[in-house]
């Protein structure tokens, strides 16, 4: 009876008496690992331990998943490195004969932003979104007629927000099956068919390394605009004046099956250099998640073991109390 009126004396007089809980003394940065439904009241003696191992267990569990999809994430970059190294050939040797010219002044802009379908890969798709927006904006006017092609479910998602009107054509879910070259060209033409345009502007991240890649604009002019410019004399194309066209085609339907070469070998790279850049940047995304919860899992295992050594002495100091009691 004795201990059982100190006991429910003690439980009166906890909250006025009893010290702040272990997590309420935690730094105001560090993010809480309890919910709150599971938060101790101010007062309690010590905070459960099966709430502690319960978040240790979860994090446990994320760390397992941040590692895998980390693993998964190397093995994939190798295989898409390579080729997106070997398709770099492809579009290069048009930049020396027709020009990179994002300057051109034309009416009709059409910017194509290649993005990914998953997140979980940093900061590559908002890079993309806020690149094509500067372009947008830097081609607008009274006379002007900006478009977005969006290639891929995130760039959608942010774009369409305050850029619904601007967006002509999506295309999602390219990348569930290994690309080729034949499967991109089939949707080059069918951009080429379905946007009126004047000069398309591929918005892409180009890789450079794991921890790192550069946002690239790739410029593709129309057949008529490029007749335009060599016959202007602007000097702003490459060598196409240097060559001579034999054969019985003309000049504008060379140029017309150049374009659409042209877009096709850019668009492939550009697919490729994408999604090179979003495994590189979920490797290492994935590499910090896994390290951040060790260091969490670091600190609830401090936490359990300090809550579990106050249980145990909480225990002894009452069977001491209660046999001292006894004795007296």
């Known amino acids: 009876m004795a201990m059982a009126a100190l006991r429910r004396e003690g439980r009166r007089f906890a909250p006025l008496l009893s010290p702040r809980p272990i997590a309420a003394a935690a730094p105001r940065s560090s993010p ?20 502690v191992r319960n ?19 190397a093995s994939k970059l190798r295989a898409i490195q390579i080729r997106a190294e070997n398709s770099r050939g492809l579009w290069q040797p048009f930049i020396a ?15 194509v932003t290649v993005s990914s379908d998953k997140g979980l890969c940093g900061g590559i798709n908002s890079t993309s979104v806020r690149l094509s927006k500067g372009l947008l904006k830097l081609n607008s006017g009274p006379d002007k007629e900006p478009k977005y092609v969006v290639v891929g479910e995130k760039a959608k ?27 991109v060209s089939v949707l080059a033409d069918d951009i080429i068919k379905n946007v009126e345009f004047d000069a398309l502007k591929i918005v892409f991240n ?15 002019l129309s057949p ?9 004399g602007s000097g702003k194309l490459g060598e196409l004046d240097s060559y001579e ?18 877009f096709s070998c850019v668009m ?20 910090s998640s896994s390290r951040n919860a060790g260091e969490v899992l670091d600190r609830l295992t401090l936490t359990y073991n300090r809550t579990r050594q106050a249980a145990i002495t909480t225990e002894l100091t009452e069977i001491i109390s209660g046999a001292s009691a006894l004795e007296g």
């Open 32 to 51: 809480s690992f309890l919910s709150p439904e599971e938060d101790v009241p101010f007062g309690a003696r010590s905070i459960s331990t099966q709430v």
């Open 55 to 73: 978040r240790m267990k979860s994090v446990k569990n994320i760390q397992k998943i941040t590692k895998a999809m980390k693993m998964v994430a």
């Open 97 to 111: 004969l027709l020009g990179d010219t994002p300057s051109i002044d034309v009416k009709k802009n059409v910017i």
């Open 157 to 183: 998602v942010q774009l369409i927000r305050d850029s619904r009107k601007h967006i002509h054509l999506t295309i999602s879910e390219l990348t569930k099956i290994p690309l080729n070259y034949t499967q």
């Open 206 to 220: 180009k890789f450079h390394s794991v921890v790192s890649f550069i946002p690239t604009v790739s410029t593709v």
């Open 224 to 232: 008529e605009v490029v007749e335009r410019e060599v016959e202007s």
């Open 245 to 262: 066209i034999e054969g019985g085609s003309t000049r504008g339907e060379t140029l017309q099956n150049l374009a659409e070469f042209q």
């Open 268 to 287: 492939f790279n550009a697919v490729l250099e994408n999604a090179c850049s979003e495994m590189g940047a979920r490797m290492s995304a994935m590499d």
